[in-house]
Structure formats: structure tokens, C-alpha cells
């Protein structure tokens, strides 16, 4: 009785996020991918993710982010005191909603949105941070993030717009960390990383060509050792874009290789691995 009343749960569960779900991509917001089959667990952990992320990146005076609804009374075993807790929690008000879902209709591929004061790229570098020096993920399925500072229809004049915009933005943050003049005078050597999506509109070269346009006059491409990276994504007629650094020091930001290089020589260490295990196995005479 009790895996039936879970199944149904989950169910309702399952329902109650398709409610949630945005039916349009807009925003700035974070892309990522995930185990097949499992977008679904996928949007549920990030959502409790980010939310803690933004919880102490951000904190908002007189709410509590990390409130899951425990004041419902009850046993987690009993359906109606599940289905209300969770609704509890996709329900609040408006306000302490900084993120969403919104529906790509496509296998694997997930964007949730953000709404101020979190900053997607802040948020991810954070996230990929602590994955890298603590080989904990937070998340089953998730494969890669890929934040954007902002979106727009995927057209040139569009595209031009936002991507002139995001380097402004970009250029403004980096003065202040130091002095502008240094900042102007020193040459800046960046790569465009572009993932296109279900987009037949434009070509990769339109794309390439419109946000070189874009960059400052000291901004210099180099497809090899870069300093700055633009990304790129166009999904469908989508287009979003921010600038990082770190990105391939980042393992391109997927969670899941970051966790893989912390932990891998830990595991070789103890003398756990593949490698190991078949020189153990030569030795045993079990090859």
C-alpha cells in the first residue's frame, strides 16, 4: 500500500511541475543537460540547488528560502501530507520564486530561469567552484550548466542588441575590479564557444560574425589559450549568451567531470579503478 501511495505521489508531483513549467524561454536563466530519461528528477534537483545556492548567495530579509514545507503535520508515508507539502513549497507566493522551469520540449535539454537578483553566471561559477574542491556534485543526473546573462529572439538585430548589451555589462564589472585605464589598455584574448540546438535560421558564421562584431577593439580571438569566453546558445529560435572565464579549467562546466577529477585520484590511491583492477586480475590469473 505504501509504493502504491508513493507512485501515486510522485505522479501528482509530476503534474504539479508541469503547472509550474513556463511555456516560452525567456530571461536570463541557466541551460543543462542530464542523464536520458531522467529530465523530470533533473528539474527537481535543480530547482533545490539553486535554491540553496541563491539562498545564502542572496539572501531576502523576512523569508526563508529554504523552507520545504515541514510544518505540515504529519507522516511521510501518508499521501495527502506529501501532495501538501510539496504544494506548499510550488506554491509560495510569487516572491520567493527566483526560478523556473521553462519547457524545451526536448529530451535532455532543461532551462531554468532567473529572476533578480540571482545572476546565472555568479550562481554556476559558484556551484562549479565547490564541485571542484569538494568532488560533491549536489545533483544525480545533471550533466552540464551552461548559464546565460540574458536571451532574445534568434535574429541578427536581436542577437546584436543583447550581445552588445552583455558586453557592456561584462566590460563595466571588470573596471571595477581595477583601474579602467589598465583595463582598456590591456589586450583581452577571448573565444566564442557556440552550441546550436534544433536552429536552422542561422548559420554557425552569421553567428560567429555577429558577436565579433560585438567585442571591444582590445578583445582578441584565440582558439587556443583563451582568457575570456564567450558562450553561446541557440536552441530553436533562442538565442542566449554571457561571458566567463575559467571555462575549460572548469571542465566546460559539467558538474559531473569536475566530481570525476576530484575524486578519480582518490580512487587510484586506494588502489580502486580499472587499471588496478586489471593488473590485480593479470595477477590472480583470472584474465
Not at 528539474?43 to 545556492?53: A, I, K, P, T
Not at 552540464?144 to 546573462?149: C, E, I, N, Y
Request: aromatic letters at 6%; one cysteine or more.
Amino acid at each position: 500500500m505504501g509504493s502504491h501511495n508513493r507512485m501515486k505521489t510522485r505522479s501528482m508531483l509530476k503534474i504539479l511541475m508541469m503547472v509550474e513549467a513556463k511555456r516560452t524561454i525567456e530571461g536570463p536563466g541557466i541551460w543543462a543537460t542530464c542523464v536520458k530519461g531522467e529530465d523530470k528528477g533533473t528539474v527537481g534537483e535543480l530547482y533545490d540547488l539553486f535554491e540553496s545556492l541563491a539562498a545564502d548567495m542572496w539572501p531576502i530579509e523576512g523569508h526563508n528560502d529554504r523552507d520545504n514545507g515541514s510544518d505540515v503535520e504529519g507522516n511521510e508515508d501518508n499521501l495527502a501530507t506529501q501532495i501538501a507539502t510539496e504544494f506548499v513549497v510550488l506554491m509560495r507566493p510569487k516572491l520567493e520564486k527566483r526560478f523556473a522551469n521553462c519547457l524545451t520540449n526536448t529530451r535532455c535539454i532543461i532551462f531554468m530561469s532567473c529572476k533578480p537578483p540571482v545572476d546565472p553566471v555568479k550562481l554556476v561559477m559558484k556551484h562549479v567552484e565547490n564541485v571542484q574542491e569538494t568532488g560533491v556534485t549536489r545533483t544525480k543526473y545533471t550533466h552540464q550548466l551552461t548559464p546565460v546573462s540574458g536571451t532574445c529572439v534568434a535574429n541578427l538585430p536581436e542577437l546584436h542588441t543583447l550581445c552588445r548589451r552583455t558586453v557592456t555589462v561584462y566590460c563595466a564589472q571588470e573596471n571595477t575590479e581595477g583601474s579602467p585605464k589598465a583595463h582598456k589598455a590591456r589586450i583581452q584574448i577571448y573565444k566564442v564557444e557556440l552550441h546550436v540546438r534544433n536552429h536552422n535560421t542561422l548559420t554557425r558564421m552569421e553567428i560567429l560574425q555577429e558577436v565579433a562584431k560585438c567585442m571591444p577593439s582590445n578583445y582578441t580571438v584565440d582558439l587556443d589559450d583563451p582568457d575570456v569566453f564567450v558562450l553561446v546558445e541557440v536552441f530553436k529560435s533562442t538565442f542566449g549568451i554571457s561571458i566567463v572565464e575559467d571555462y575549460y579549467r572548469f571542465q566546460k562546466f559539467n558538474v559531473m567531470e569536475l566530481a570525476n577529477a576530484h575524486n578519480e585520484p582518490e580512487r587510484f590511491e586506494k588502489g580502486v579503478g580499472r587499471v588496478q583492477d586489471k593488473k590485480q586480475e593479470e595477477d590472480n590469473g583470472t584474465v
